[in-house]
T-cell receptor, first 113, second 111 residues
Framework: AQKVTQAQTEISVVEKEDVTLDCVYE???????LFWYKQPPSGELVFLIR??????QNEISGRYSWNFQKSTSSFNFTITASQVVDSAVYFC??????????FGAGTRLTVKP | DADVTQTPRNRITKTGKRIMLECSQT?????MYWYRQDPGLGLRLIYY???????NKGEISDGYSVSRQAQAKFSLSLESAIPNQTALYFC??????????FGQGTRLTVV
């Protein structure tokens, strides 16, 4: 069975601090996709990134960066110089070969001014 | 118009009532999903469908049923609603390669 674990339930930082959100996954599939979504207080789910299992290159998009390590089954997300607008719940998700998509429990990030 | 539309957006219903949540999409995707979100539990998969003839149970299908009326429509039913089905429900679609697209959510309260 597939499983996604986000061990950090809540994180609180002060604006301009860097913060890393952890994601560990389990799957028996050799082909799979990993995702991060953001859920701001308004409630919608906002797609951030998709990574397939054959692409271990790290990615940077502005203040956001992602570190994918198959050896440790992790797909961590770092926000550099956090801002108040980054406050949200962040979800990591895994979609396996049979296409069912499983989510972690989410990490609530609060960025204080 | 939104790519994925859920109706209703909010609903309050009584214990024991039958209720249907509807989802329609304009993405042309063949895969559709229903999730429920509870605080601290993330999104849990209820059912998913690859086409109108293919329905699959997810993690928490008990107490729910679904119908894929067309490629673009996927409805979720609670045959006899109970209070612990109070949650935020999301519909999503996917082409199996790119990211999943989510509706705005339906907030269901069972009293």
């Amino acid at each position: 069975a597939q499983k996604v674990t986000q061990a950090q339930t809540e994180i609180s930082v002060v604006e301009k601090e860097d913060v890393t959100l952890d994601c560990v996954y389990e799957t028996r599939d050799t082909t799979y996709y990993l995702f991060w979504y953001k859920q701001p207080p308004s409630g919608e789910l906002v797609f951030l990134i998709r990574r397939n299992s054959f692409d271990e290159q790290n990615e940077i998009s502005g203040r956001y960066s992602w570190n994918f390590q198959k050896s440790t089954s992790s797909f961590n997300f770092t926000i550099t110089a956090s801002q108040v607008v980054d406050s949200a719940v962040y979800f990591c998700a895994l979609r396996g070969y049979n296409n069912d998509m499983r989510f972690g429990a989410g990490t609530r990030l609060t960025v204080k001014p | 118009d939104a790519d994925v539309t859920q109706t209703p957006r909010n609903r309050i219903t009584k214990t024991g009532k039958r209720i249907m949540l509807e989802c329609s999409q304009t993405k042309g995707h063949d895969r559709m999903y229903w999730y429920r979100q509870d605080p601290g539990l993330g999104l849990r998969l209820i059912y998913y469908s690859f086409d109108v003839k293919d329905i699959n149970k997810g993690e928490i299908s008990d107490g729910y049923s679904v119908s894929r009326q067309a490629q673009a429509k996927f409805s979720l039913s609670l045959e006899s609603a109970i209070p612990n089905q109070t949650a935020l429900y999301f519909c999503a679609t996917s082409d199996g390669i790119t990211e999943a697209f989510f509706g705005q959510g339906t907030r269901l309260t069972v009293v």
